[in-house]
């Protein structure tokens, strides 16, 4: 017997009943398992490969269960980056009659890599600061949410590349817990486990041999905090604005927007007789250039990477308009950059390479590879030039992100 507690989503839920539940997790067959890089945890974890999908399996007792699928669906809806969600299986049974732990099932997370598969690659110059800024970034928002998380460290997490960039998601919330708002103390707390965890998180790295011999773990852990309260500031800090600069309102959510967030209203209250006014912009969600790409070219990307692309298409519209003298419609100009520029150039990856950077990142890079090239010959080399050379000498040197697999000593 399975009682099964699914995730409705666009996406159509898989047949998960044919799995074979009344088996123990870590016995289930090797015909459904599929190695993809991941972190080290508490319980049991398998990836499977099941419909031509791959998910996540963590066995766990049935409180903890479905406590985390809870803590992940809030998370999810609140628009932080965490994994989605497939379901729960509980009240399992083996054919003997006894009872089995729950199984949470997630999706994998295409193009994702824990931390450790991560300082493997290329590219690792400066990479425990774009660690650090991630994860950042993430504790603020969930912060933001009124969410404890009690356990942030590399291994809870899972890093995305974003245009030179990472973003961190979430996927481990078993010690999380779900507050109205957190106080000052509670963030704090959070952020020492989060230096404590980390700073390990790097010596593993160091002792392994794939921390740059400069990078101290100690002074760079001591930077969370700054870069912590920097963030939380520039986010939740009231102005007081003087009647005759009320430009700075506008300033400051320009500067909401460039972080990548959104505001949802102002509170705006004028002093007593000083002719000033308070200012606290109410932050709604990370997002602002991504949400802006989705609506102009319906293209799904990372923060970084939507700032980027939505660069191109402003630069590209800038083009069009010397070329035909007049200035076209925002539509029409995003229109033609998708046909003209972006969807050619994805088009132009091989079969057999299309794996190695999900669309968006592909395109910031080719970008990067055409600056560097024209730079080099003194002269624009064009986006065409920049995609062959990027595709025949570059990208089959990058690995495989969006199903990497560990080194073969792992246990799946």
């Known amino acids: ?32 398992a599929v190695r993809l890089a991941r972190g080290r ?27 985390e699928f809870e803590m992940l669906e809030f998370l999810k809806d609140a628009g932080v980056p965490v994994v989605d969600l497939v379901g729960v299986a509980d009240q399992r049974l083996d054919r003997d009659g006894q009872p089995l732990e729950a199984v949470l099932i997630t999706r994998h997370l295409p193009y994702s890599l824990p931390y ?10 400066g990479l425990h600061d774009r660690v650090l800024d991630a994860l950042v970034a993430l504790l603020v928002r969930i912060h933001l949410n009124g969410f404890f998380w009690g356990d942030c460290s590399l291994n809870n997490a899972l890093f995305r590349r ?6 961190a998601y979430l996927v481990d919330t ?11 103390g509670q963030r704090s707390h959070d952020l020492d486990i989060a230096v404590e965890n980390i700073v390990g998180g790097l010596f593993e790295l160091e002792a392994m041999g794939r921390l740059a011999a400069e990078v101290d773990p100690v002074a760079t852990v001591e930077q969370l905090r700054s870069r912590y309260d920097a963030l939380w500031q520039e986010l939740t800090r009231v102005d007081q604005v003087a009647s005759t600069q009320l430009w ?7 500067r909401l927007n460039e972080l990548g967030f959104d505001t949802a209203e102002m509170e705006l209250t004028d002093g007593d007789g000083n002719r000033s006014v308070r200012f606290r912009p109410s932050v709604v969600e990370a997002g602002h250039h991504a949400r802006e790409l989705k609506r102009l070219a319906g293209i799904d990307a990372q923060e970084n990477q939507a700032r980027r692309l939505l660069g191109a298409i402003h630069a590209y519209g800038a083009w069009l308009s010397g070329q035909e003298g007049r200035d076209l419609p925002e539509a029409l100009v995003a229109y033609r950059w998708l046909t003209e520029r972006y969807e050619p150039t994805i088009a132009a990856v091989p079969d057999d390479l299309d794996h190695r950077l999900e ?29 062959r050379s990027f595709v025949d000498e570059v990208l089959p040197t990058l690995p495989t992100t969006e199903t990497i697999l560990p080194t073969e000593d792992e246990a799946l």
């Not at 898989?14 to 459904?32: G, I, M, N, Q, S």
């Not at 600056?371 to 080099?376: A, I, Q, T, V």
């Open 174 to 184: 078993e010690t999380g817990e779900l507050h109205d708002h957190l106080s000052d």
């Open 248 to 254: 700075r309102i506008n300033a400051r959510l320009e």
């Open 162 to 167: 974003d245009a030179g960039a990472l973003v």
């Open 41 to 67: 945890h508490r319980h049991v974890v398998r990836f499977i490969e099941h419909e031509q999908r791959y998910f996540a399996c963590k066995e766990l007792p049935s409180r903890l269960a479905h406590r």
């Open 116 to 125: 450790m598969q991560l300082f493997m690659g290329p590219g690792a110059e």
């Open 1 to 32: 017997m399975v009682s099964l507690r699914l995730k409705t989503s666009r996406d159509p839920t898989p047949d998960v009943l044919a799995l074979p539940w009344t088996t123990p997790l870590d016995a289930w067959p090797d015909e459904l």
């Open 359 to 387: 669309p968006a990142e592909l395109y910031h890079q080719i970008l990067e590879h055409a600056w560097f090239l024209s730079e080099r010959a003194g002269e624009d080399v064009g986006l065409p030039v920049a995609t």
